[in-house]
């Protein structure tokens, strides 16, 4: 079992940065792709930033310029560095990890959340 756990969420002022971290229980070469996604009350769960096996990283449009997903292969962690945030960057962030099975077979493995909020 595979477990994903994040950190570093926190109440912040906006305009201000935060460092999410995910630690896998595993190594994150075993995943095809890695990433953060949110979900602020009463909204659907939305991509945030994706990073694939061979560095390849993705951003929802909205967010590209401020945050900025990595990964530390030798500590199996994943980053989201986010700055100048907002008001509306206030939600619930999700660590998510793709592992490939067979074939077209996939496995998403979730973290509990880390709670961020962004206000004056």
């Known amino acids: 079992q595979v477990q994903l756990v994040e950190s570093g969420g926190g109440l912040v002022q906006p305009g201000g940065s935060l460092r999410l971290s995910c630690a896998a229980s595993?190594?994150?070469?075993?995943?095809?792709?890695m990433g953060w996604y949110r979900q602020a009350p009463g909204k659907e769960r939305e991509l945030v930033a994706l990073?694939?096996?061979?560095?390849?990283?993705e951003y929802a449009d909205s967010l590209k310029g401020r945050f900025t997903i990595a990964r530390d292969n030798a500590k199996n962690t994943v980053y989201l560095q986010m700055n100048s945030l907002k008001p509306e960057d206030t939600s619930v962030y999700y660590c998510?990890?793709?592992?490939?099975?067979?074939?077209?077979?996939?496995?998403?493995?979730w973290g509990q959340g880390t709670q961020v909020g962004v206000s004056s």
């Open positions: 998510n990890a793709r592992m490939v099975l067979t074939g077209t077979q996939t496995r998403d493995y």
């Open positions: 990073i694939f096996s061979g560095g390849t990283t």
């Open positions: 595993r190594s994150i070469f075993s995943f095809y792709v």
